[in-house]
């Protein structure tokens, strides 16, 4: 008899646990594109700049592609924590790596967000059986036990989804694309989630281009 009153309690919270890991986070990549020949130690030190409409989110982005790329034994640092948030502010891409021409950085590392993408699903409602005791048989000695079925109604869930890209370019006088893509976040449960899946998926796309050993 315990035991059924604990399931009774106990089924709410794995039903939650359930749903909870069936709409975990995900992320594609949409597409990558680098050249056939990239210059020879352009992730030799790289310069990580966010560009995103809220400061919270660029600096989630920023930190955790410079911790990624450490992880891959890349030299890397902020704009922000080199330049402040608004160093780079109405800077187009191209402008952005010329004005680091010079400098020690051999290529910067430029992150957008391209599109913010609200949907709906409809989770279908469920059905399980609860049981119940309905008496005691003196007879046999046991209870007797009778199982309900139960309903949990259908509900729509309201998803976000973003897409980054990621543009390497050389901080060389040529200031030329080295590397570049796209990724689709499927509703991340936060900017930090966010940023470190983006962060991930994209040095591993280096190692697969060949640009990280």
Known sequence: MKSIKNFKHLFPALLV?????TSCHSIEVLSSWSL???PEGVLKKVMVLGIMPNRGERENIELSMVNELGKAGVNAATATSLFGPKGFKGLSE???GKKLIGSDFTSVMIVS???KEKEKDYIPGS???SPRIVG??????RYIVSYDRMYTPGYY????NYVLEADLYTTSDEDALVYSAQTKSYDPHDSKTLADTFAKSIVNELRVK???K
């Open 17 to 21: 646990l359930a749903i909870l890991v």
């Open 157 to 160: 869930r309201t998803n976000t």
């Open 136 to 141: 005691y048989s003196r007879y046999y000695r």
């Open 210 to 212: 060949g640009l990280l």
């Open 127 to 129: 059905s399980y059986t």
């Open 113 to 115: 967000l391209i599109d």
């Open 36 to 38: 056939e020949s990239p």
């Open 94 to 96: 191209e402008q952005i």
